[in-house]
Every structure is written in structure tokens, then in C-alpha cells.
């Protein structure tokens, strides 16, 4: 007897791609609930940098995995993973359709391959050793230590994305294996329990940018940099992983009179758009996403109406 699968629908894409409107809009029309597969928004009091929904935004619709630790908590993909299968089961318990939606690519693979994380023991000295290292002798050395036993992980990870880098590092160290070896081992039949309709959001480069860049200019004019200034002040300290995410190092640079403001926020943009870039480079390796051009919609009501339409197709809710 074939057990049938339970449904949910994904929706990814490259930062300022609309995937946080859009999904809302989707979870109204699909009675759906939302968990967030976003690595920075799981961090409490790091609202700004992260493009966190606010509670008007949200509109209702019930989000999880968003404030879930403090910034100086380590989180790892293990962690997501088992937190946002037991909110999956959560929510079809409701009688709602799960609706996963982030741009951070292991978060979303953790669900829809079975990736096993135990095989890799936690080694949190070994962790603490490696921010050290890093603070001595600064990130690129870190990242010259990873491109040395996994060539493979170092190619898609920035130098200054120290979290990563010294998680790539701990799965080599703990395991004997990279960490680029763990995320060939899925297969394509080697799904958990849900059945998948993944929905890709993507637009050309041009506009894609323009739109990293507006988000950067709000972010400043909201108050990043008093958000940054107030974790500072909290005790929360530039070594820590949550500390470097995009937007955040760069205006603790400008704080410590190490660049302008001005000099910080094109940093930002700059990097941002790199990173979007990598993003859509790990996405668009998964034939299993139904892609959706922004630009030939008018608004964004008329993509979520479209990616209803496809979802109700593709499940019959």
C-alpha cells in the first residue's frame, strides 16, 4: 500500500525577489502558514538587517522559525531541520498547508532530501578555536584553511561568511568528510515524507539590483545603524556569527571609524548583490522548481494569484 506524501509548497529565490510578499499572499489564498527558511531571521533583536516581516506585514498569517535564538546562540542546518519538520507537522495537524519560504539554500534541502546531520558530531571547542583564528588572523586565512580540504564548499562561500566557513570546517574536522561530499549524497527519490511543489521567484539582473539597492537605502533610513548599535550594546560582539551577516559587519566597520557610512553602504550593496547571485546559482541547479518571472506580472497579487492557480493544480486543494 503507497503512502501518500504530505504536501508543501516551497517558494525560494534570491534576496529582494518579493519572496516575502508574495508568500504571504499565497498562505491567505491556500489557507497555509509560513515557516521561514531564512538563516539570519532566526535571530532575535536583528529585525532590519534581515528584512524580517513586521506584524502588519504578516497580515495574519502565522509565521514560524523567525526571533528563535539570540545572536549569540549557535543555530546550525541540523537544528532547522528538526525544528521545521516538527512545525510541518504542526501545521497539517491544523488542517493548513505548510508554506516554506527563504533563499537560504541547505535550510531548504534539509527538508526536501532526507540529509542525515547526526552522521556529524557538534564540536563547539572547535568552533570557538576557529572564531579565534579568525579574529587573529583575519577571514580570508579561514577560508585558505577550507579551500584546502573541500575546494568545493570554499568556491560557493564569501570569505566573510565565517559562520559557514567554520561549519564547513567542523563537518570536515569531525567527520573526515567535507561537507561538499554530505550535499552530493541526496538523490532525487530520496525525499522525506512530503510531497514538494516548489516555486522559484526570479527576475533580470538589473532590476533584481535596483531592488537590492532600494532595500539597502530603506534599511539605512529605518535605522540599521541604531539596530546594530544597540546589539553592540547588548554585549553582542562583532566575532559572532550572527554579527556578520550582510549589513551588520559592514556598519560595526563604520562604527569603529574603520570606513564612512557612505563607503558601509556600498559594501553592502555590493556584496548583497553578489550574494543574490549565488543564490539563484544553487537554486537554479534543482529541475524540481517551477520558476515565475516577476517581471511579466503587474503586481504582486497577480503572482501569488498565478502560484495558487499552479499549487492548487499540482495538489487539488
Known amino acids: ?183 552530493r549524497q541526496p538523490q532525487r527519490n530520496n525525499t522525506l515524507e512530503y510531497n514538494p511543489v516548489m516555486i522559484g521567484l526570479r527576475m533580470n539582473r538589473k532590476d533584481l539590483y535596483r531592488r537590492i539597492n532600494d532595500r539597502v537605502d530603506k534599511m539605512i533610513a529605518e535605522g540599521l545603524v541604531e539596530e546594530v548599535k544597540s546589539l553592540l550594546e547588548r554585549g553582542y560582539a562583532e566575532h559572532m556569527p550572527s554579527m556578520q551577516g550582510l549589513g551588520y559587519k559592514e556598519i560595526i566597520y563604520y562604527l569603529e571609524g574603520k570606513c564612512t557610512l557612505e563607503e558601509a553602504v556600498y559594501i553592502i550593496k555590493r556584496d548583497t548583490r553578489r550574494f543574490a547571485k549565488r543564490q539563484f546559482t544553487w537554486f537554479r541547479r534543482d529541475d524540481r522548481i517551477f520558476w515565475v518571472d516577476v517581471e511579466n506580472f503587474d503586481s504582486m497579487e497577480d503572482i501569488a494569484d498565478f502560484i495558487i492557480e499552479h499549487v492548487s493544480s499540482r495538489l487539488r486543494v
Open 1 to 183: 500500500m503507497q503512502i501518500l506524501k504530505k504536501p508543501v509548497v516551497i517558494i525560494v529565490g534570491p534576496t529582494a525577489v518579493g519572496k516575502t510578499g508574495t508568500s504571504i499572499l499565497v498562505a491567505s489564498g491556500l489557507n497555509g502558514e509560513i515557516i521561514s527558511a531564512d538563516s539570519m531571521q532566526i535571530y532575535k533583536y536583528m529585525d532590519i538587517g534581515t528584512a524580517k516581516p513586521t506584524r502588519e506585514e504578516m497580515k495574519g498569517i502565522k509565521h514560524y522559525m523567525i526571533d528563535m535564538v539570540l545572536p549569540d546562540q549557535d543555530f546550525t542546518v541540523a537544528d532547522f531541520q528538526r525544528m521545521a519538520r516538527t512545525y510541518i507537522k504542526h501545521i497539517h495537524n491544523k488542517g493548513k498547508l505548510p508554506i516554506i519560504v527563504g533563499g537560504t539554500g541547505l535550510y531548504i534541502n534539509s527538508l526536501v532530501y532526507n540529509l542525515d546531520f547526526t552522521e556529524t558530531v557538534s564540536d563547539p571547542g572547535l568552533r570557538k578555536e576557529l572564531r579565534e583564528l579568525a579574529g587573529e588572523r583575519g577571514n580570508e586565512y579561514l577560508h585558505g584553511m577550507l579551500e584546502k580540504v573541500d575546494a568545493e564548499t570554499a568556491a560557493r562561500l564569501h570569505p566573510n561568511d565565517v559562520k559557514r566557513v567554520i561549519r564547513a570546517l567542523e563537518v570536515y574536522h569531525c567527520s573526515g568528510k567535507p561537507a561538499s561530499y554530505f550535499h
